[in-house]
Nanobody
């Protein structure tokens, strides 16, 4: 089992920045994928960014150039730096963990990000 705890969401004005954090605990594999997905109101969950050990990160088209994903040295943390936020970035942001090979997946409880003036 893997537990994920997210933090850092909140209310921000358009053009502002937020940094999300996610810490994984439990049976963590040394090679894994951690990332962020989001679910806007009334829409399906979508990819924001993922980071796999030893590989380049992957970003959703709508956030490229504005968001940056990074990993902690212990491989059990993932961060999402969100800059130039837009109202359409408003969503519940979920952290996701996949073990080596992607056979097992876990989700965090989600953190609300609201971009509004």
């Amino acid at each position: 089992q893997v537990q994920l705890v997210e933090s850092g969401g909140g209310l921000v004005q358009p053009g502002g920045s937020l940094r999300l954090s996610c810490v994984a605990s439990g049976s963590i594999s040394s090679i894994n994928t951690m990332g962020w997905y989001r679910q806007p109101p009334g829409k399906q969950r979508e990819l924001v960014a993922t980071s796999t050990s030893g590989s380049s990160p992957d970003y959703g088209d709508s956030v490229k150039g504005r968001f940056t994903i990074s990993r902690g040295n212990a491989r059990n943390t993932v961060f999402l730096q969100m800059n130039s936020l837009k109202p359409e970035d408003t969503a519940v942001y979920y952290c996701r963990y996949l073990n080596s090979g992607g056979s097992t997946s876990y989700w965090g409880q989600g953190t609300q990000v609201t971009v509004s003036s």
